[in-house]
């Protein structure tokens, strides 16, 4: 079986090796292993690069060129969240999370909370995503988190990690239905954060399509299912990593004040904006082509 990044950064050796480093040697440490990674899978790379293309046509190459590269920067510094908030001690990250984040906007999600039906936090695969959590436990908020994982060891340590403390994980490789834990969550006033992008588990229909980027996406109404079943308001939230190393929490009105005719579709113009504006932050770039229609 031919191992994919993910599995290559959560090698034994590696963790090892990286629970052993500080913040900044290890994120040093990751990019390296990273650019090793690419260098032996090229066709990945320019799948990565082409579907960057595709989306940003009628950009300047000089921009098109630039984004390409930040953009294997971000992927990089996305495991390095993943591997340092699931395998370092609970205290460090905490600090560190402290530290380096703010949140803009909490008010919408005091707003969403005191309607007393929960309120489902919707994020996407961009930014410092893996943080999200921690920033919202930090706040004092009670958080359930939908996430699949791609390894079992990832897993466990998740699991780890929260134990005797307020958040929750949902995710099938715990067994039962992610669905209705998501509703016991929301019927319990919890935060629920989701992802609205999340390619492999969409229902692809031809009839279910949403125009962004000028061209023709299918998307899943998951988001829509939910916020019927459980009445929660919706509060778009995207980590976003700044030049300074920090990270902010931008908190954006999907229905709590608003009444969209659709929370999935006000979700993924949400994430269409912080992809127009930060591209290099996305890290599904792979799976662009699986969204498209055509």
Known sequence: MKINLSRFFQSPVNIFVFKHLGPAVARWYIQALGMLYYLFNRKERRIIETNIRDCLAGRGERHVRKVVRETFKGIFTHYFEKIFSAFL????????VKRHSRIEGRELIDRALAQGRGAILVTAHWGAVEFIPWVLFHAGYKVSVILECQTEQLARALQDRIQGRDVELLSSCFGASVFFKALGALKRNRILVTQCDEVDAWRRRPGQT???F??????????DVITRRSGSPVVGVFLKRTESGTYTLICEDVSVDARPESTARGALQLWQKHVNENPE??????????????
């Open 89 to 96: 001690e609970y205290d460090t990250v905490q600090e560190y």
């Open 210 to 212: 949403i125009t962004l």
């Open 214 to 223: 000028g061209q023709e996406l299918f998307f899943d109404d998951t988001i």
């Open 281 to 294: 932050q996305w890290y599904q770039w792979k799976k662009w082509r699986k969204m498209k229609t055509a």
